[in-house]
């Protein structure tokens, strides 16, 4: 009978070790709060660093090299009371390339209205099919957004299982939430959680998502066999990511991509062809046209 469960537990305990999809690094600051007790503030960045690490968010397996690498930074700005918050969260998930030692980042974004009750060591939970919480409800919703941008760099369309998620962590979060965090909603800014599913699922954002696979895959995952090759593929992406932005102007999911691909085309496309560079240039200065002197880089050969 002890044998039974022990060999019960190996099992269990191998089962969650594949199943867990990150690794994360939790940052929390609160540089601003009087009521709060440091120790919940300490004890606020380790569960969530165990949340993200410890919970099984998908069946699939994912070797330790597998993994998607991610790091929050959590900043509290306002202390509404000494267990309610309103915080900026930066999310940066990177994804390994193929044959290679480069890591490159799947999503970096800020979300800068973000409210949540906090008590020291209260759980959190996976709200993929119930809310229990507004905290545990946002970084639920994130693993799930983050799968589905990884998802997107491996196959076509790959994330969609894990953005119909999010979508459903986004439906069920009760109006007297919405009523505080906007961002849950149609009405919050137009860079909100809200608008990030909204954006992935619109059919008008198709090609971008395609472009992902074609970015990745065929370009980064290549590199190291025919950069050239690879290149050209990734040029396709980012052309592809163009048309959405003329589509769909404004777009979240367009200030994702430069967000999240700024330094890492730059650094690419400044060692490539004279057409390559012109093409690039042209394109993502156009796209991200606050950061547009940023790619003047591409053109000074490397």
């Known amino acids: 009978m002890h044998k039974f469960i ?28 009087n009521e709060a007790d440091a120790a919940t503030i300490k004890n606020l960045e380790q569960v969530v660093e165990e949340f993200y690490n410890n919970t099984s968010f998908t069946n699939n397996q994912f070797d330790q090299f597998e993994k998607i690498g991610l790091s929050v930074q959590l900043n509290i700005v306002e202390e509404v009371t000494a267990t309610k918050f309103r915080a900026d969260v930066a999310i940066q998930a990177i994804r390994p390339v193929y044959g290679s030692q480069y890591e490159t980042p799947v999503i970096s974004h800020a979300d800068k209205r973000l409210y949540f009750e906090f008590e020291q060591f209260q759980p959190l939970q996976n709200s993929k099919d119930v809310y229990t919480d507004a905290l545990s409800a ?34 069920s979060i009760p109006p007297n939430i919405t009523g505080i965090d906007k961002e849950w909603t149609s ?10 599913v909204e954006n992935v699922l619109n059919p008008k954002v198709r090609p971008y998502r395609e472009a992902m696979y074609e970015y990745h895959i065929r370009g980064l995952d290549v590199m190291h066999k025919d950069s050239n090759k690879a290149k050209e593929s990734m040029m396709t992406a980012i052309k592809k990511v163009s048309d959405v932005n003329r589509s769909y102007p404004n777009s979240i999911i367009v200030q994702i991509f430069t967000q999240s691909k700024r330094e890492e085309i730059i650094d690419i496309f400044k060692r490539s062809t004279q057409n390559q560079q ?25």
Do not use: C
Not at 15 to 30: D, H, P, R, S, Y
Not at 187 to 196: D, E, P, S
Not at 287 to 297: E, I, T, V
């Open 6 to 33: 022990i060999v019960l537990s190996v099992l269990f305990f191998a089962q969650n070790l594949f199943a867990q999809e990150f690794i994360a690094k939790v940052k929390v600051t609160a540089p601003n709060t």
């Open 138 to 171: 946002a970084l639920s919703f994130y693993a799930y957004t983050i799968l589905g941008f990884d998802g997107d760099s491996f196959a076509p369309l790959g994330g969609q299982e894990h953005f119909l998620t999010a979508q459903n962590i986004i439906n």
């Open 187 to 196: 009405l919050g800014n137009r860079k909100g959680r809200y608008w990030i």
């Open 278 to 302: 012109g093409t690039v240039y042209a394109l993502m200065s156009r796209m991200d046209a606050a950061n547009a002197s940023k790619y003047r880089a591409v053109r000074n050969r490397g």
